[in-house]
T-cell receptor, first 118, second 111 residues
Framework: DARVTQTPRHKVTEMGQEVTMRCQPI?????VFWYRQTMMQGLELLAY????????DSGMPKDRFSAEMPDATLATLKIQPSEPRDSAVYFC????????????????FGNGTRLTVT | DQQVKQNSPSLSVQEGRISILNCDYT??????FLWYKKYPAEGPTFLIS???IKDKNEDGRFTVFLNKSAKHLSLHIVPSQPGDSAVYFC??????????WGAGTKLIIKP
């Protein structure tokens, strides 16, 4: 049963440190999202890739966050330097979008990385 | 400016009864509507969807209704079971597939 894999599941770090979160999307999916969920909010879109190209990263604080897809099997989200307000659960999701046919698969989510910045 | 609203943060329903979760939206360009279910410490999982050309889609105990004129989406679960206790998110997508999410409704099924 194919699934999105995120590592690490939990990360505790001190303010100012670099944090890297990794995501392995489902093989064959061409669209990858990074979301953040905080205590009081729903899912907040941070970045969005299609065919490894960044389409929208307007939800990310650009001065400290960066998202990349070095290859089709890996997406990364980095925070440098981290701050206590970055504490949240970060989700990666992948899906298949076929514009030619208009067929879109529902997104499949990983189980998230719970980040705590002290 | 919230494009998608789930006005009930939580909902408590007796086991065996119907659960109705609601979602309102403002943008008529949305053409695909989805419901996701989320358990604690897990990522959201896809539950059911409906395209804008339909007004109802059913899958077992789950039915999604779409009222385009009212810009309203609802999810009906009947009969409700204890395993249905979770947070439910509605998510809407315009043609570019960038999902817009509601804030979620926590459903509690009482025995």
């Amino acid at each position: 049963d194919a699934r999105v894999t995120q590592t690490p599941r939990h990360k505790v770090t001190e303010m100012g440190q670099e944090v890297t979160m990794r995501c392995q999307p489902i093989l064959g999916h061409n669209t990858v999202f990074w979301y953040r969920q905080t205590m009081m909010q729903g899912l907040e879109l941070l970045a969005y890739f299609r065919n490894r190209a960044p389409l929208d990263d307007s939800g990310m604080p650009k001065d400290r966050f960066s998202a990349e897809m070095p290859d089709a099997t890996l997406a990364t989200l980095k925070i440098q330097p981290s701050e206590p307000r970055d504490s949240a659960v970060y989700f990666c999701a992948s899906g298949l979008v076929l514009f030619e046919t208009g067929v879109n698969s529902p997104l499949h989510f990983g189980n998230g990385t719970r980040l705590t910045v002290t | 400016d919230q494009q998608v609203k789930q006005n009930s943060p939580s909902l408590s329903v007796q086991e065996g009864r119907i659960s109705i979760l609601n979602c309102d939206y403002t943008n008529s360009m949305f053409d695909y509507f989805l419901w996701y279910k989320k358990y604690p410490a897990e990522g959201p999982t896809f539950l059911i969807s409906i395209s804008s050309i339909k007004d109802k889609n059913e899958d077992g105990r789950f039915t999604v209704f779409l009222n385009k004129s009212a810009k309203h989406l609802s999810l009906h679960i009947v009969p409700s079971q204890p395993g249905d206790s979770a947070v439910y998110f509605c998510a809407l997508t315009p043609p570019d597939y960038q999902l817009i999410w509601g804030a979620g409704t926590k459903l509690i099924i009482k025995p």
